[in-house]
């Protein structure tokens, strides 16, 4: 599949730069960057080096043969992102992005995190190539992340805590891009997700395109056979475009993003289920599905996973919602704690909450289908960082384990 939309900056109607006229020229320049880099041998061969000394990759499939017995039907399998260096998906991007930050002759990097992991990945790819990092977080998330923010500031990295509005990630973006135009000519904006201006959506996508390319070629090598569904958790949505490109074409298989329903569906700011609830609008650059308030404006949102709670969602994805290619779905907080927990239980594997989600619908449908079918679930981190907020809820008396 190209990497290039259909319309320069678009995916379909979405995408796009609605952006101060102070940004479009540094985002061309990022554009042509990228055109020059994509596709030369030089650029490649060290991407692919740092991708399998430094990240690790490839990492493995993995069947979880003892969930799947326990829930009959069909099998699950993982994509082990999760067995990267620092624990997640997100450092195939930060790789990409910080060599083509050298590549612009940029010494400063900025990034926005929710969870904590592509704070941790940008913090640590800054530290392998020497430049000085700052990373913007909610308070809310510090709070949750507090183990991430630590691993940030080991690394050498500034982590500047937002105290406006919700405290999370939307505030955290808003201050990045803040700082972003006022350090235009010396700072590379290192964008976590699928999300924002063009040409930002199609940069990540190309790095993290890496996840389906590595395991398709791994199902059919040991399964002799594609999965029949592909499933993959999505807030802004870089693990699942990543996940879903190498198999867009491969209209057999099954693809379903899992957003977070919080603490319910019905519940205004309970959820942060854009493609479900939400409508088209512009946040942060771009125009996608928003979740919104009576006023036009991003609504609150709510996840039990720190890296989910979004407004918005990549406009790539909201292209493949409209064409059905994509079925979307949701998952509870209750639910994704009951994966989390069955999978720690069944597989001696501990997911991150955001991956959690993924794995609540394959548990969901597994016991539906027959036991040739396979799903393949993307799993996008590890579980450390959210250990003990599901503590919490153990003590609580909401959980048993």
Same mark, same amino acid.
């Given at each position: 599949?190209? =990497?290039?939309?259909?319309?320069?900056?678009?995916?379909?109607?979405?995408?796009?730069?609605?952006?101060?006229?102070?940004?479009?020229?540094?985002?061309?320049?990022?554009?042509?960057?990228?055109?020059?880099?994509?596709d030369? @041998?030089?650029?490649?061969?060290?991407?692919?080096?740092?991708?399998?000394?430094?990240v690790?990759r490839?990492? $493995?499939?993995?069947?979880? &043969?003892?969930?799947?017995r326990?829930?009959?039907?069909?099998?699950?399998?993982?994509?082990?992102?999760?067995?990267?260096?620092?624990?997640?998906? @997100?450092? *195939?991007?930060?790789?990409?992005?910080?060599?083509? &930050?050298?590549?612009?002759?940029?010494?400063?990097?900025? #990034?926005?995190?929710?969870?904590?992991?592509?704070? +941790?990945?940008?913090? /640590? /790819?800054?530290?392998?190539?020497?430049?000085e990092?700052?990373?913007?977080?909610?308070?809310? =998330?510090t709070?949750?992340?507090?183990?991430?923010v630590?691993?940030?500031r080991?690394?050498?990295?500034?982590?500047?805590?937002?105290? +406006?509005?919700?405290?999370?990630?939307?505030?955290?973006?808003?201050?990045?891009?803040?700082?972003?135009?006022?350090?235009?000519d010396?700072?590379?904006?290192?964008?976590?997700?699928?999300?924002?201006?063009?040409?930002?959506?199609?940069i990540?996508?190309?790095?993290?395109?890496?996840?389906?390319?590595?395991?398709?070629t791994?199902?059919?090598?040991d399964?002799?056979?594609?999965?029949?569904?592909?499933? /993959?958790?999505?807030?802004?949505?870089? *693990?699942?475009?990543?996940?879903?490109? #190498?198999?867009?074409?491969?209209?057999?298989?099954?693809?379903?993003?899992?957003?977070p329903?919080?603490?319910?569906?019905?519940?205004?700011?309970?959820?942060?289920?854009?493609?479900?609830?939400?409508?088209?609008?512009?946040l942060?650059?771009f125009?996608?599905?928003?979740?919104? %308030? =009576?006023?036009?404006?991003?609504? $609150?949102?709510?996840?039990?996973?720190?890296?989910l709670?979004?407004?918005?969602?990549? $406009?790539e994805?909201?292209?493949?919602?409209d064409?059905?290619?994509?079925?979307?779905?949701?998952?509870?907080?209750?639910? #994704? +704690?009951?994966?989390?927990?069955?999978?720690s239980?069944?597989?001696?594997?501990?997911?991150?909450?955001?991956s959690?989600? /993924?794995? #609540?619908?394959?548990?969901?449908?597994?016991?539906?289908?027959g036991? %040739?079918?396979?799903?393949?679930v993307?799993?996008?981190?590890?579980? %450390? @960082?959210d250990?003990?907020?599901?503590a919490?809820?153990? %003590?609580?008396?909401?959980? &048993?384990?």
């Amino acid at each position: 599949m190209s =990497d290039t939309p259909a319309q320069e900056g678009y995916f379909g109607p979405y995408g796009g730069q609605f952006v101060p006229e102070s940004l479009i020229g540094p985002l061309n320049a990022i554009s042509k960057a990228f055109e020059e880099c994509r596709d030369d @041998k030089a650029f490649n061969e060290e991407m692919q080096y740092y991708l399998a000394h430094y990240v690790g990759r490839p990492n $493995p499939i993995f069947l979880c &043969a003892n969930l799947s017995r326990e829930l009959g039907g069909a099998r699950i399998y993982l994509k082990r992102e999760d067995l990267n260096h620092l624990g997640a998906h @997100k450092l *195939n991007n930060t790789i990409g992005q910080i060599l083509l &930050a050298r590549h612009m002759g940029k010494r400063r990097v900025i #990034a926005e995190t929710g969870a904590g992991q592509h704070g +941790v990945a940008t913090a /640590a /790819a800054a530290a392998l190539m020497g430049m000085e990092c700052v990373i913007y977080m909610g308070e809310e =998330d510090t709070r949750r992340q507090a183990l991430n923010v630590f691993r940030m500031r080991m690394m050498g990295a500034s982590v500047v805590s937002v105290a +406006v509005g919700q405290r999370t990630l939307k505030e955290a973006v808003d201050a990045a891009i803040e700082d972003w135009i006022s350090h235009i000519d010396t700072t590379f904006y290192l964008l976590g997700s699928a999300v924002g201006p063009h040409p930002y959506p199609t940069i990540v996508r190309h790095f993290q395109s890496v996840i389906s390319r590595e395991a398709r070629t791994q199902m059919l090598a040991d399964e002799k056979a594609l999965p029949d569904y592909c499933i /993959a958790c999505v807030g802004g949505g870089s *693990n699942a475009i990543g996940m879903f490109a #190498a198999f867009l074409e491969d209209a057999s298989v099954k693809l379903i993003g899992v957003e977070p329903a919080g603490r319910g569906l019905d519940k205004f700011g309970g959820h942060a289920a854009t493609m479900t609830k939400g409508a088209p609008g512009v946040l942060h650059g771009f125009y996608s599905y928003l979740l919104q %308030d =009576d006023k036009g404006e991003a609504a $609150p949102v709510h996840s039990i996973s720190a890296g989910l709670d979004y407004p918005g969602v990549g $406009p790539e994805h909201a292209m493949l919602k409209d064409s059905g290619r994509v079925q979307y779905e949701s998952a509870t907080d209750r639910e #994704a +704690v009951d994966a989390f927990l069955a999978l720690s239980r069944s597989e001696g594997i501990i997911p991150a909450l955001e991956s959690a989600h /993924a794995l #609540a619908c394959a548990v969901r449908i597994a016991p539906t289908l027959g036991k %040739d079918k396979r799903i393949l679930v993307c799993l996008s981190g590890r579980g %450390d @960082k959210d250990v003990q907020t599901v503590a919490d809820l153990v %003590d609580a008396g909401q959980f &048993a384990i």
